[in-house]
């Protein structure tokens, strides 16, 4: 498993970077789970990420295909190597191929090796948006590299509460059966990893427990290396 951690700013990232993360990934928590941050930060966080591949989210969408679009060519184009987009307000497989479909052919037309990540929600009953489940066959269609699972409402609930684990491992067997990379991600624990190997996704995404537990508080370089000991034992 590789592990993905969010900072917020340039100085987490180089945390981020000293603690031994595989991804640095761009996001604006004040815009919600998957919110977006500015081209300027993208460029910023890539410049100090070096060699250290780069995502960064592009929002938590409702049905804008070509809004959608142009936020990921935005992110393709300030830097990210991974570019991520939340179907939080989406609610049909049609909708969902379509605005994948928009988003994938904006990027790779920019940049055929960049990688689109299409993320559902865990929660998803309680946010009423489609089942992350339906996302493995609409993001081979589509043309998606990375299906991920997120939790859309941050209250502290964890993907692990609305999800079991064979839930999540079917996830997990479905989208390698369609060819997909997986990333599992929403509060995620250090208690959570004997499970998560269980699992096995080949990406954890985390910010709250390399914060100490507060995913408003400041990335702790020595939480991020502990952290990747534990995945890697």
Same mark, same amino acid.
């Given at each position: 498993?590789?592990?993905?951690?969010? !900072?917020?700013?340039? #100085?987490?990232? =180089?945390?981020? @970077?000293?603690?031994?993360?595989?991804?640095?990934?761009?996001? *604006?928590?004040?815009?919600?789970?998957?919110?977006?941050?500015? !081209?300027?930060?993208?460029?910023?966080?890539?410049?100090?990420?070096?060699? $250290? !591949?780069?995502?960064? &989210?592009?929002?938590?969408?409702?049905?804008?295909?070509? &809004?959608?679009?142009?936020?990921?060519?935005?992110?393709?184009?300030?830097?990210? /190597?991974?570019?991520?987009?939340?179907?939080?307000?989406?609610?049909?497989? +049609?909708?969902?191929? +379509?605005?994948?479909?928009? $988003?994938? =052919?904006?990027? @790779?037309?920019?940049? *055929?090796?960049?990688?689109?990540?299409?993320?559902?929600?865990?929660?998803? @009953? =309680? $946010? *009423?948006?489609?089942? !992350?489940?339906?996302?493995?066959?609409?993001?081979?269609?589509?043309?998606? /590299?990375?299906?991920?699972?997120? &939790?859309?409402?941050?209250?502290?609930?964890?993907?692990?509460?609305?999800?079991? *684990? /064979?839930?999540?491992?079917?996830?997990?067997?479905?989208?390698? /059966?369609?060819?997909?990379?997986?990333?599992?991600?929403?509060?995620?624990?250090?208690?959570?990893?004997?499970?998560?190997?269980?699992?096995?996704p080949d990406i954890i995404g985390v910010r709250g427990c390399v914060c100490g537990g507060d995913r408003?508080? &400041?990335?702790? @370089? #020595?939480?991020?290396?502990?952290?990747?000991?534990?995945?890697? #034992?």
């Open positions: 498993m590789k592990l993905l951690v969010s !900072p917020v700013n340039v #100085e987490e990232a =180089r945390i981020c @970077k000293l603690g031994g993360a595989d991804i640095i990934d761009v996001k *604006n928590p004040k815009e919600g789970s998957l919110g977006a941050n500015f !081209p300027w930060m993208i460029k910023a966080v890539k410049q100090a990420a070096g060699h $250290i !591949p780069v995502s960064a &989210t592009i929002g938590d969408f409702n049905y804008k295909p070509g &809004t959608a679009s142009l936020a990921a060519l935005g992110a393709a184009a300030s830097g990210a /190597d991974y570019i991520k987009v939340g179907l939080y307000d989406i609610h049909t497989n +049609d909708q969902a191929l +379509d605005m994948l479909t928009k $988003i994938v =052919r904006a990027v @790779k037309d920019f940049d *055929n090796n960049k990688k689109v990540v299409a993320s559902g929600y865990s929660d998803y @009953k =309680r $946010i *009423n948006s489609i089942s !992350p489940f339906e996302l493995p066959a609409i993001g081979r269609e589509a043309g998606v /590299d990375v299906v991920m699972m997120d &939790t859309g409402i941050k209250d502290g609930r964890s993907t692990f509460e609305f999800l079991n *684990n /064979d839930e999540l491992k079917e996830f997990v067997s479905i989208s390698r /059966d369609h060819g997909l990379q997986t990333a599992l991600a929403g509060t995620i624990k250090f208690e959570d990893i004997p499970a998560l190997k269980r699992i096995s408003n508080s &400041t990335i702790r @370089k #020595e939480l991020v290396e502990k952290l990747m000991m534990a995945i890697n #034992e």
